[in-house]
């Protein structure tokens, strides 16, 4: 990137199903890999990410809402990576959530993306989910 204000956008739309999952992982780690992280680094963000999208898909099949898509938008600027993972899969708990709850494989899923990133944030939007996360190159 240019030095700046400039910010490029990569999306991704992929259907909610799992075995597109891997498709929003390869996405990710070229977007990732273009900037100034580290390779584990970058394997961080693609783990978050594929965490973020494996669970949306999770709620779709438990909703009924498999017909639905997860949207990867990537914002990407000279030092700072922003991935909001949107799905319209219906209503779930929120990640602040994680910590009272016994484990089980959603909450550790989103104890790995707090981690794995600088900076995550859940809310809900339009029948679905937003997952933001952040992440600090250099």
């Known amino acids: 990137m240019e030095a700046g204000d400039e910010t490029a956008v990569v999306e991704l739309r992929i259907p909610a199903r799992p075995e597109y999952v891997g498709v929003a992982r ?68 929120e990640l602040a959530e994680v910590e009272t709850r016994e484990p089980d494989p959603e909450s550790l899923g989103a104890l790995l993306i707090t981690l794995l990133v600088d900076e995550v944030s859940v809310t809900p939007c339009n029948g679905g989910t937003c997952v933001r996360m952040v992440k600090y190159a250099g």
């Open 26 to 93: 390869l996405a990710i780690l070229g977007v990732a890999s273009r900037m100034r992280f580290s390779y584990d680094e970058v394997e961080d963000i693609r783990l978050a990410v594929g965490e973020a999208c494996t669970t949306a898909v999770e709620w779709a099949a438990k909703n009924g809402r498999q017909d639905t898509n997860v949207v990867v938008r990537s914002s990407i600027t000279e030092s700072v990576l922003t991935v909001d993972i949107v799905d319209q899969a219906g209503e779930r708990e």
